[in-house]
T-cell receptor, first 114, second 116 residues
Framework: EAGVVQSPRYKIIEKKQPVAFWCNPI?????LYWYLQNLGQGPELLIR????????DSQLPKDRFSAERLKGVDSTLKIQPAELGDSAVYLC????????????FGPGTRLTVL | AQSVTQLDSQVPVFEEAPVELRCNYS??????LFWYVQYPNQGLQLLLKYLSGSTLVKGINGFEAEFNKSQTSFHLRKPSVHISDTAEYFC??????????????FGTGTRLTIIP
C-alpha cells in the first residue's frame, strides 16, 4: 500500500513569491491534515479536512495561506506571498475517518524562503 | 486545552544500553496518548498508542510505554537500543471522540542519539 505522497520534497524561493505544496493521501483515507513543523519543534496543525470540507482551519493564517481539497482526495496548500518566517517543513497526514485508525504522515516538504 | 511536555530535548545513549524518554501531559479530560518517531528527512511514524485498557503499551521496534494517570506521564522505554534508533521522538496527546485521532497536540521532541 502506497503511503502519503508529497511534492516537492524541497523548495527554495525568495520572499514575497508564491509557493504551493501538493499531497496525495492514502487511498480510502477521508481525513487529511496539513501540519507546520518548525526546526526543533513538533508539528502544529494548520488545517484538517473531512472529505472536501475544511472542518478545522483555526490555526491557518488566512491572510497568506490557503488550502483546497476539491474532490476530497488530493490537497494543495498555498502560501502567497511567502515570508522569511515561513521556512519550515510542511507535513501532510491522512487517516480513515471512522474507528481507531491512526494518522499516517508523508515525508514533508522543506521550504526555505530567502 | 491539552498540552505535552517532553523534558529532554536531547538524550545520548550508548548502544545496547536502556533508554527512557520522558513525556508529561496536561488535560482536564481523559486523553489518548501517542509516540511517534521521525527519522532524518522523513515523516512521522507511529511507534505506539494508548487508547484504553492496559497501561503498559507495546509498540514497534521493541519500544514500550506506560501510561501513569496519577503522574500524568507516558514515558517511552526500550531495554536495549540500537544504532538504528537514532531519531527524533515525539509524544502527542489527543482528546475527543473517535479514539482521539482527530486532532493531535505534539511535544517539542526528543533527539535520541545512539553512541557506538
Amino acid at each position: 500500500e502506497a503511503g502519503v505522497v508529497q511534492s516537492p520534497r524541497y523548495k527554495i524561493i525568495e520572499k514575497k513569491q508564491p509557493v504551493a505544496f501538493w499531497c496525495n493521501p492514502i487511498s480510502g483515507h477521508n481525513t487529511l491534515y496539513w501540519y507546520l513543523q518548525n526546526l526543533g519543534q513538533g508539528p502544529e496543525l494548520l488545517i484538517r479536512y473531512e472529505n472536501e470540507e475544511a472542518v478545522d482551519d483555526s490555526q491557518l493564517p488566512k491572510d497568506r495561506f490557503s488550502a483546497e481539497r476539491l474532490k476530497g482526495v488530493d490537497s494543495t496548500l498555498k502560501i502567497q506571498p511567502a515570508e522569511l518566517g515561513d521556512s519550515a517543513v510542511y507535513l501532510c497526514a491522512s487517516r480513515q475517518s471512522s474507528g481507531a485508525g491512526s494518522q499516517y504522515f508523508g515525508p514533508g516538504t522543506r521550504l526555505t524562503v530567502l | 486545552a491539552q498540552s505535552v511536555t517532553q523534558l529532554d530535548s536531547q538524550v545520548p545513549v550508548f548502544e545496547e544500553a536502556p533508554v527512557e524518554l520522558r513525556c508529561n501531559y496536561s488535560s482536564s479530560v481523559s486523553v489518548y496518548l501517542f509516540w511517534y518517531v521521525q527519522y532524518p528527512n522523513q515523516g512521522l511514524q507511529l511507534l505506539l498508542k494508548y487508547l484504553s485498557g492496559s497501561t503498559l503499551v507495546k509498540g514497534i521496534n521493541g519500544f514500550e510505554a506506560e501510561f501513569n494517570k496519577s503522574q500524568t506521564s507516558f514515558h517511552l522505554r526500550k531495554p536495549s537500543v540500537h544504532i538504528s534508533d537514532t531519531a527524533e521522538y515525539f509524544c502527542a496527546v489527543s482528546v475527543g471522540s473517535n479514539f482521539g485521532n482527530e486532532k493531535l497536540t505534539f511535544g517539542t521532541g526528543t533527539r535520541l542519539t545512539i553512541i557506538p
